[in-house]
């Protein structure tokens, strides 16, 4: 099976982790806060900036924490976005307000986010989707003039920019993961960043209990009574630890390299699928962005599409769409909304697989599978009626 996604790990991340193993020091610790330190200095923030959880979501559930929510408080999001996101806000007691996407890029606009945003809204989150910035700045242009925090779901979006600056630190919050399927993986993990420093310094508390100390062991270092309690809030365990960092600094180390090869691959299937008819690919990136390349989709015609996706499927290639919208979702409440841009997209939308560990012969061989697949079912290829 040609698979979606696949880890990229070797004997340098085994390495990294049997030294956290003979150190005897396996949980949140030294190599946790070089790891922040090495993924700030990556986004040119400081450390103080940011956090390492144990996995995206965490941050995403800390970043709507720290809204404080009451009850009919809104977060615009775009529809195509992770369950998360709208998970978060329903936790923390809010309401997601679903705002639609432009169809072929599947990233919102700031007129898409403006649409819908009314009194009750406290804060914008959006998606980039697949790893390209979209219409961030502008978007974040937006947040400042109506006075709410924006926070950036950057969990595919590890190496994208706009004109240098690191996507996630346009808004007031972001997150990134590096779960099992990332571009950067752990096994699981994440990062939190917040503008605002003493934002991500009651994060890391709310992280760990709500605990204003750490640890006992450094607390004995300025009180005589280091195992009586201080929790000013009530938080939750969400915290890192040194062996997912240690996998974490080591695939940061590797960035480079593991998203070079994934341009390259994204170069090879725009050649190898061009001019196919009735499949479009990818819109061009805008001068000054730079992606991630954590997704590469196509798009077709909805009835073709998931016919292609089971062909290929049997022929040994997996292939899926992501993210499925959140405003069909019963849950939610939003089954009644028409998002045109978002319901063209989820209907026509198909990701290829696209990772590291494939070789140019296995893109070809997707490539020529997906355009067998495709030319098959063109309208003048259909058979004629039978007697």
């Known amino acids: 099976m040609i698979h979606l996604h696949q880890p990229q790990v070797g004997q340098e991340e085994l390495d990294a982790v049997a030294e956290v193993f003979a150190s005897k020091w396996l949980g949140h610790g030294p190599r946790t806060r070089a790891f922040e330190a090495a993924f700030a200095a990556h986004l040119h923030v400081g450390a103080e900036h940011v956090a390492f959880l144990n996995s995206g979501t965490a941050g995403l559930f800390l970043a709507v924490e720290s809204l404080d929510l009451k009850e009919g408080d809104e977060v615009v999001l775009p529809s195509l976005s992770f369950v998360a996101a709208a998970n978060a806000v329903v936790a923390s007691g809010g309401r997601p307000v679903f705002c639609d996407v432009d169809r072929r890029t599947l990233n919102p606009s700031a007129e898409d986010i403006e649409r819908v945003v009314g009194e009750r809204t406290k804060a914008v989150l959006v998606l980039h989707y697949g790893g390209s910035p979209g219409d961030i700045v502008r978007i974040a242009e937006l947040c400042r003039r109506i006075g709410v925090p924006l926070i950036e779901d950057a969990a595919c979006s590890v190496a994208s920019t706009v004109d240098g600056r690191a996507v996630g630190t346009l808004g007031d919050f972001a997150m990134w993961s590096f779960d099992a399927m990332k571009v950067m993986v752990c096994g699981d993990g994440g990062m939190l960043y917040a503008r605002d420093p003493e934002a991500a310094a009651r994060a890391r508390r709310l992280a760990y209990h709500g605990l204003a100390q750490p640890t006992g062991f450094g607390y004995a270092q300025v009180s005589s009574r280091w195992w009586e309690l201080d929790i000013p809030e009530v938080g ?12 974490g600094a080591v695939q940061l180390r590797r960035l480079p390299e593991l998203v070079g090869r994934r341009r390259e691959l994204a170069e090879l299937y725009d050649r190898e699928l061009a001019g196919v008819p009735g499949l479009l690919l990818p819109p061009p990136l805008p001068d ?17 599409r998931d016919e292609v996706a089971n062909e290929l499927r049997a022929a040994g290639i997996y292939t899926t769409f992501r993210y499925a919208p959140l405003h069909r979702v019963p849950a939610y409440g939003s089954t009644d909304l028409v998002l045109p841009g978002s319901d063209y997209a989820s209907d026509r939308t198909l990701c290829l697989p696209l ?12 490539a020529a599978a997906l355009r067998k697949a495709v030319e098959a079912r063109r309208p003048d290829r259909a058979p004629g009626p039978t007697a």
């Open 236 to 247: 939750r365990r969400a915290i890192g630890n040194d062996l997912t960092a240690a996998i």
């Open 288 to 304: 000054g962005h730079e992606s991630t390349y954590y997704f590469y989709w196509v798009q077709m015609a909805p009835g073709v």
């Open 355 to 366: 990772h590291p560990g494939l070789d140019d012969e296995d893109v070809r061989i997707v």
